[in-house]
């Protein structure tokens, strides 16, 4: 396993469309636990394979401890409700920003074991979800951005 270098919000790269993974193969796998890896030493609670500079459909989310979700050419299939509340993104460090998203999202993706499954999840898990999702198409939460946040704003949280 490694620790990737994480791209930061400037980088072009950052705002390109990733393509679809073919085949979960060995080099699929390596890089998911590598992803896993990065995101967790940058405390992060998930990352787009685009951040570590592979355009491809796969992210990684983690909104609980030893829960992680592998998701490869996911798509958003169901929505419901909405949340406002603070995002981050690791590729904008030190900062965060008032969104609104959904506040329950369905999700279908591949698996590493190279099944389609469907997985829901709500709050801080629906918003990191769609926050993974938007990478693959380029987009950044500062793109809906409500307003950003003060330091001090987000220490009350
Ligand atoms: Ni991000």
């Known amino acids: 396993m490694a620790i990737l270098n994480i791209i930061k919000e400037g980088d072009p790269i950052?705002?390109?469309?990733?393509?679809?993974i073919e085949k979960v193969d060995a080099r699929t796998k390596q890089l998911a636990q590598d992803m896993l890896?990065?995101?967790r030493a940058a405390n992060g609670a998930g990352l787009a394979g685009v951040q570590v500079g592979k355009l491809r459909r796969i992210v990684v989310v983690e909104t609980e401890p030893d829960k992680p979700y592998i998701m490869i050419n996911p798509v958003i299939i169901a929505s419901e409700g909405s949340q406002t509340g603070a995002e981050g993104c690791l590729s904008i460090p030190g900062k965060w920003g008032l969104t609104t998203r959904p506040?329950?999202?369905?999700?279908?993706a591949i698996g590493l074991d190279g099944n389609e499954y469907t997985v829901t999840g709500s709050g801080l898990?629906?918003?990191a979800f769609c926050h993974e999702i938007d990478h693959l198409d380029g987009k950044l939460y500062t793109d809906i951005?409500?307003?950003?946040?003060?330091?001090?704003?987000i220490e009350e949280e």
């Open 145 to 153: 951005v409500i307003r950003m946040l003060d330091p001090d704003e």
């Open 14 to 20: 950052l705002r390109k469309t990733s393509r679809p």
């Open 37 to 39: 890896e990065t995101m």
């Open 103 to 108: 506040m329950t999202v369905t999700v279908r």
């Open 125 to 127: 898990t629906a918003r």
